[in-house]
């Protein structure tokens, strides 16, 4: 039976993980003392809760308690169906990570090994020295969460992905991860993706659980750098179970002429952070910020964005709906700061919410913080339940109730979908939504 611990004693089990961790880590001292800092900035944050105003509407407190081992032995073995997430997208590279370890036997990485730089996390420091230092934590050691910290401080396992200048990879590289535990633990995963000059590549992340397993708290930091005039397009699919904690950080930089696109699916999870990160550091890159979130029963998701235009000329785009039953709650906090010398910035940002329940709550905060003056920005939030006029209109036509609404949430969600550029992958999502709402 599954025990609880207070705030205090899991920071004190916590701490020995990163002991034990930083004992066994074969790295330069450099790295140790950036690790060291991560935990320093740990230990003066603390675990969040609702009076930390980012956390304000997710408090933490009780899923931390639920933790009893914060450091599992990496597993060599899981029951589950890799097929089934190949099928996603048969033309593609797939890697399988069992709780944040690469899969070598499952995985095809002597195709992807051909064309660009990959490994393991814990392999690119000894393979990949300078390369790993100079991108390791040099964004996240400054962003003030939490949880990215103890991720910098802890996390050694996760992929290390490097696509030289001019590289066009000819598929996309699909990250399959799969969580399983028979003890509530604490899992995480550290990637470093790094896209140089006038490279391209299409990237994939999904999320899921095998089968049967129980409680866990996933902990997850992407750290992304897009050189000059590179173009990345980075999706996730969240489809854990219902027992699922997720806590995602993206960090992003963008150079000149650079162009990213991520965008995000969550339908599975207990309980869900998303904090994405872009920093637009050269002139005339562009950036779009996706999202859809569909949660019932008790589900609950929080997802907080920071665009940074740092330079002139720049564009951003956000795009965030959720689509919320039951008692399932959500909150949308997003930022776009606009400095001084960005001058001629166009950033748009706009969050559309669905409640088709009494009981469904989401709390929205768009914010624009800009220090320039010839700029266009704009950010909307609307939430509402659906157009009685539009559902009338199909069951006039012979559908019937559950079907005209089912319609009309799919088409809700098609916004989202449709600015996926991957074709396998978007027709996948399409027919999962599809199957969601029993369409």
């Known amino acids: 039976m599954s025990t609880t611990l207070p705030l205090l004693s899991q920071q004190q089990a916590l701490s020995d993980a990163f002991k034990s961790v930083s004992s066994l880590l074969d790295e330069r001292i450099s790295l140790k003392t950036l690790r ?77 090994e051909k064309e660009c730089s990959f490994c393991s996390l814990s392999q690119a420091a000894k393979d990949y020295p300078e390369m790993f230092e100079k991108h390791l934590g040099q964004s996240s050691i400054h962003f003030q969460d939490a949880f990215a910290q103890i991720n910098l401080a802890l996390a050694h396992e996760g992929l290390f992905i490097h696509m030289k200048p001019k590289q066009k990879l000819h598929k996309t590289i699909q990250i399959n991860q799969i969580f399983t535990t028979e003890t509530p633990s604490f899992i995480q995963t550290h990637h470093i993706i790094i896209a140089e000059a006038l490279s391209e590549a299409n990237i994939i992340e999904t999320y899921w659980s095998a089968d049967n397993t129980i409680f866990y708290f996933g902990n997850h930091l992407t750290e992304i750098a897009v050189s000059e005039q590179a173009q990345l397009n980075y999706y996730r699919l969240q489809h854990e179970n219902t027992s699922a904690v997720h806590v995602s950080t993206i960090q992003a930089t963008q150079q000149k002429d650079s162009h990213f696109d991520t965008n995000t699916i969550s339908i599975g999870g207990f309980w869900t952070r998303n904090n994405l990160n872009i920093i637009l550091e050269g002139k005339n890159a562009v950036s779009h910020l996706n999202g859809l979130q569909i949660m019932s029963h008790q589900q609950h998701i929080d997802n907080h964005t920071l665009v940074d235009h740092e330079v002139p000329h720049c564009e951003s785009n956000q795009l965030y709906k959720g689509i919320f039953n039951q008692k399932s709650s959500g909150v949308f906090n997003g930022k776009i700061f606009v400095r001084k010398d ?98």
Request: contains cysteine; negative net charge; aromatic residues 10%.
């Open 36 to 112: 060291k800092k991560a935990w320093d900035n740990f230990t003066i944050l603390g675990f969040p809760n609702k009076s930390n105003e980012e956390y304000k509407y997710s408090g933490t407190e009780k899923l931390i308690e639920k933790i009893e081992c914060w450091n599992p032995e990496a597993l060599t073995t899981v029951d589950f169906d890799f097929d089934k997430v190949r099928k996603i997208n048969p033309n593609a590279y797939h890697l399988f990570l069992i709780n944040g370890k690469l899969m070598p036997v499952v995985s095809d990485i002597e195709l992807l």
């Open 342 to 439: 960005a001058q001629k910035t166009n950033a748009y940002q706009s969050s559309k919410n669905m409640l088709l329940s009494e009981n469904a709550t989401i709390n929205t905060k768009p914010q624009l913080e800009i220090y320039a003056d010839d700029v266009k920005c704009s950010h909307g939030s609307s939430t509402g339940k659906i157009d009685e006029s539009a559902l009338f209109y199909l069951q006039a036509r012979g559908l019937s109730t559950d079907s005209a609404r089912a319609m009309l949430m799919c088409a809700f969600a098609n916004d989202v979908i449709q600015t996926i550029r991957i074709e396998p992958f978007k027709g996948y999502l399409e027919s999962l939504i599809e199957d969601y709402f029993n369409l």
